[in-house]
């Protein structure tokens, strides 16, 4: 779905001042069977309507500049459905919010159920969006998804293969992680390292290695092959760290600050730093950023990045990451 959470604002009529209000003329709101008037238009309604059009446009340019107004477009209608349910806005209103919720729970279920009614095998959902499997009639399904919905929706693309990370915890597949590849042998990449703002290069070098190996991968008769080509670049990734041949900047972790030193409650990395800083006079505030190398695991200890030349880095450390990164990209 295009914006779909903005979507349904405008084409439900959802405002603080149409739901759950007296009114002779309303739809119900599926599971919480809230009422939304539907006599006049809400003012949130009406203020997404014209955003909602232009992103609908903006999406389908391929033109650098529109992508980013497209963007820019995005985030705002993003926001304007978090805003609903923050507890100080001016025009927010957790009712509102939570029949947002609850629609696109509802359209989700019935997304599925066309798809698997027209010849396909679902796989996962998240949120706004679903993976399905097979050789299904695909315009007739977004046909009827579109005269169920009354939203825009697409296919944001075919794949020959798609990797669901699991969760750290059990075996259950987490929503919002994957590696999809494309007919062309690229990717779609949601949630692994690589796509993390606090991954060392030395972590992220290794998956775009083996992301290379993986594009490859076109039919399952390859699949022990590629397997053992990745083992063997972790094999080499794993001896270069073991030997000390990483070179330290390549090892860094930046992190956010979100607090003073003496408020952190467990003995984290950038709680050393930022302890070290304050004792030269020097204080960081929360939201900006620090580089640090981590030497010793348990218990865990860091150093700044001025300072990462002077000492050896945790072999232990670094090299339960690189196998972390493993895990999540071997097919």
């Known amino acids: 779905y295009t914006s779909m959470y903005p979507s349904i604002i405008v084409t439900k009529n959802l405002s603080p001042e149409t739901v759950n209000v007296n009114c002779n003329n309303y739809i ?44 820019a477009l995005k985030w705002m209608l993003v926001t304007s459905f978090g805003y609903t349910g923050y507890r100080n806005a001016k025009f927010g209103s957790i009712e509102v919010h939570e029949a947002i919720n609850a629609f696109a729970r509802d359209m989700l279920v019935k997304t599925k159920e066309i798809a698997e009614r027209n010849g396909f095998r679902f796989i996962h959902g998240i949120v706004d969006s679903i993976w399905v499997e097979g050789n299904g009639d695909i315009e007739k399904t977004i046909k009827e998804i579109n005269e169920m919905s009354g939203l825009f929706i697409d296919v944001s693309g075919v794949y020959t293969w798609l990797k669901i990370i699991k969760e750290k915890s059990g075996d259950v597949g987490a929503l919002n992680r994957y590696i999809a590849r494309k007919s062309d042998g690229s990717f779609k990449i949601r949630g692994i390292m690589l796509r993390r703002s606090d991954t060392p290069k030395f972590i992220s070098n290794f998956q775009e290695d083996c992301l290379n190996i993986l594009s490859s991968l076109d039919s399952p008769e390859k699949i022990n092959d590629v397997r053992e080509k990745i083992i063997n670049i972790y094999r080499k990734y794993l001896d270069d760290l073991s030997l000390r041949k990483v070179n330290a900047k390549d090892l860094l972790i930046e992190k956010r600050v979100s607090r003073a030193p003496w408020e952190y409650e467990k003995n984290i990395p950038q709680k050393n730093i930022l302890d070290e800083f304050f004792k030269r006079g020097i204080e960081l505030h929360p939201g900006e950023r620090i580089k640090m190398l981590v030497y010793n695991e348990k218990p865990i200890r860091a150093v700044g990045e001025e300072k990462a030349e002077d000492v050896d880095y945790s072999i232990t450390f670094y090299s339960r990451i690189l196998r972390d990164a493993l895990l999540e990209i071997i097919p």
């Not at 949130?44 to 999406?59: C, D, G, V, Y």
């Open 28 to 71: 119900t709101v599926p599971e919480i069977n809230y009422t939304v008037c539907m006599e006049k238009r809400g003012f949130l309604s009406q203020a997404l309507e014209p955003l909602l059009k232009l992103r609908i446009l903006t999406k389908k340019s391929e033109k650098e500049r529109i992508k980013k107004i497209d963007k």
